[in-house]
């Protein structure tokens, strides 16, 4: 594993430094956890949730649309108290919404029905304590879903960035299929863990990087850069970049997808 991620409270600043940009900006977000709604739409009958958790809401996006997807209480819990501002904002009365960290959950333990959680564990050194508090807080018979993002995701932008700034890290670290699948079974037996690779189309590796500014998802970990990198080494990034015939360019991501029922 590579460099490990920063600490929360830089987390939870750049998050929040984002909120206002982040929804016009969440594609990915988007795709991942509108599968999970769907998911949870194919219970049928045999979902009906008296109270939903949405563990890391942001800006409360999912949150609006489970609550009104499932007349229930529905809570949104996000570190960054930027981003619960903006939830607060834009969210009609009857949503909770709360800071705090999902790896010590200010509720009780089997309160919950659902945890949803959308692009959110792969912000943490150890996604197993965050899986332990879902299990936690999870009514016998209640469901977990969430997704996260795998080794390989802007494999182009890291390669790039290898051949225009050598041993210098610039892309986000995260866990192998393998780590990932040997840290849900110890938490969450009997899980089903889905993959895919989603590629999403840019117009250039300058749009890609102002996305994940817009997003608050720039590299986070404590071996960045405190400076601009230079002019120089951003060209050859970007002429470095594989580019597709019409000059536009494709970025991957590594996409999984945890379910799991409480006994």
């Given amino acids: 594993m590579s460099s490990s991620i920063a600490d929360k409270?830089?987390?939870?600043?750049?998050?929040?430094?984002?909120?206002?940009?982040?929804?016009?900006?969440?594609?990915?977000?988007?795709?991942?956890?509108?599968?999970?709604?769907?998911?949870l739409k194919l219970a049928g009958d045999d979902l009906r949730p008296r109270r939903i958790l949405d563990l890391g809401c942001g800006t409360g996006w999912f949150t609006r649309k489970i609550a009104q997807t499932w007349p229930c209480q529905v809570t949104g819990v996000d570190l960054s108290p930027g981003m619960i501002k903006q939830a607060s904002e834009r969210s009609e009365q009857g949503i909770e919404l709360m800071v705090a960290d999902a790896e010590s959950l200010p509720v009780p333990s089997n309160s919950f029905d659902v945890v949803f959680s959308n692009?959110?564990?792969?912000?943490?050194?150890d996604p197993r304590t965050v899986f332990a508090e879902c299990r936690r807080v999870l009514r016998p018979g209640g469901r977990l879903v969430l997704s996260t993002l795998l080794e390989g995701t802007l494999g182009e932008l890291k390669q790039a960035w290898a051949e225009a700034d050598p041993g210098q890290q610039h892309i986000n670290r995260f866990e192998s299929e393998t780590a990932l699948r040997q840290r849900v079974e110890a938490v969450l037996p009997d899980a089903r863990l889905d993959t895919?690779?989603?590629?999403?189309?840019?117009?250039?590796p300058m749009a890609l990087a102002a996305e994940l500014r817009l997003l608050g998802a720039g590299f986070k970990s404590e071996s960045r850069r405190r400076t601009l990198t230079a002019p120089?080494?951003?060209r050859t990034m970007c002429l470095s970049y594989p580019k597709q015939?019409?000059?536009t360019i494709i970025a991957s991501y590594e996409a999984a997808w945890v379910s799991w029922q409480a006994s």
């Fill in 9 to 39: 409270s830089l987390i939870a600043s750049q998050f929040g430094g984002a909120s206002k940009t982040y929804d016009g900006a969440s594609r990915l977000q988007r795709i991942m956890g509108d599968e999970m709604v769907g998911a």
């Fill in 196 to 204: 895919r690779t989603i590629a999403l189309p840019y117009a250039s």
């Fill in 232 to 234: 120089g080494r951003v």
């Fill in 245 to 247: 015939s019409d000059g």
């Fill in 119 to 125: 692009l959110m564990v792969q912000w943490c050194d």
